[in-house]
């Protein structure tokens, strides 16, 4: 996803300003009180369409960021389950300690939790 907007430290603390960035512009980045005043009405279209895109969702930046990085796979764990008669370790989701291994075959997201499993 190409981004519209860039976080530009502008010497003032903790508070960096967000810039709109121009894609016909690489070097132009502009400030909302630029956008507003003299911004296309494509480009203030692109980003009410961006903001309500997110909206639609429905979910918290947090949650966003924590569905992100579930995509990223995961080695799993592997324990000793002692209700199970198997003599070798089971695979285990390693965020939420569910069952991620079959007998018959590797699942690649945990079925508990969505965690993607690298299995190499
Ligand atoms: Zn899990």
């Known amino acids: 996803m190409k981004r519209l907007t860039a ?6 603390g903790d ?6 960035i121009n894609p016909n512009d690489p070097e132009g ?6 956008i507003v ?3 296309s009405y494509e480009t ?10 997110y909206e639609d969702t429905g979910l918290t930046p947090e949650q966003v960021q924590e569905l992100k ?3 990223i796979p995961k080695p799993p764990e592997y324990e000793y389950i002692p209700q199970y008669k198997y003599a070798s370790p089971t695979a285990i ?4 300690k569910g069952i ?11 079925r508990d939790c969505g965690q993607a499993i690298d299995w190499e």
């Open 29 to 34: 980045a502009y400030s909302l009180d630029d």
């Open 69 to 71: 990085e579930k995509q």
């Open 37 to 39: 005043r003299h911004g």
């Open 7 to 12: 976080r530009i430290d502008n010497g003032l």
């Open 93 to 96: 989701c390693p965020i939420c």
């Open 100 to 110: 991620v291994e079959s007998p018959l075959m590797n699942d690649d997201y945990c």
């Open 15 to 20: 508070y960096d300003e967000i810039c709109f």
């Open 44 to 53: 203030k279209l692109a980003i009410a369409e961006r903001l309500a895109a």
